[in-house]
Nanobody, 119 residues
Framework: QVQLVESGGGLVEPGGSLRLSCAAS????????LAWYRQAPGKQRELVAA???????NYADGVQGRFAISRDNAKDTVYLQMNSLKPEDTAVYYC?????????????WGQGTQVTVSS
């Protein structure tokens, strides 16, 4: 089963930028959905951005226009570029893969990477 490893988190000031990376252990070309979720303390995990194999993207309302999900199939890596960061973006960010479109498709999570936005 594919494994996902996130990196790129850290501490950044409001208005700053970070790029998260998610390296997969296997070919991501045909994975049905690749996505980023986040979970802030005391809150439920929420979808941030998702991408289909054909490049169709979907973003949460609060990050539209500030965040961008992308993929590099040659490197089996998914990215989340985060610009104009706000304190409310502080959370643990998780990479997620839904392998196929089947109802019982395997779903894989990374271990998470902490993003803290603070002055």
């Amino acid at each position: 089963q594919v494994q996902l490893v996130e990196s790129g988190g850290g501490l950044v000031e409001p208005g700053g930028s970070l790029r998260l990376s998610c390296a997969a252990s296997e070919n991501i070309r045909d994975i049905n959905v690749l996505a980023w979720y986040r979970q802030a303390p005391g809150k439920q995990r929420e979808l941030v951005a998702a991408m289909s194999p054909t490049g169709i993207t979907n973003y949460a309302d609060g990050v539209q226009g500030r965040f961008a999900i992308s993929r590099d199939n040659a490197k089996d890596t998914v990215y989340l570029q985060m610009n104009s960061l706000k304190p409310e973006d502080t959370a643990v960010y998780y990479c997620y893969a839904r392998i196929t479109s089947a109802v019982n498709s395997p779903r894989v999570w990374g271990q998470g990477t902490q993003v803290t936005v603070s002055s």
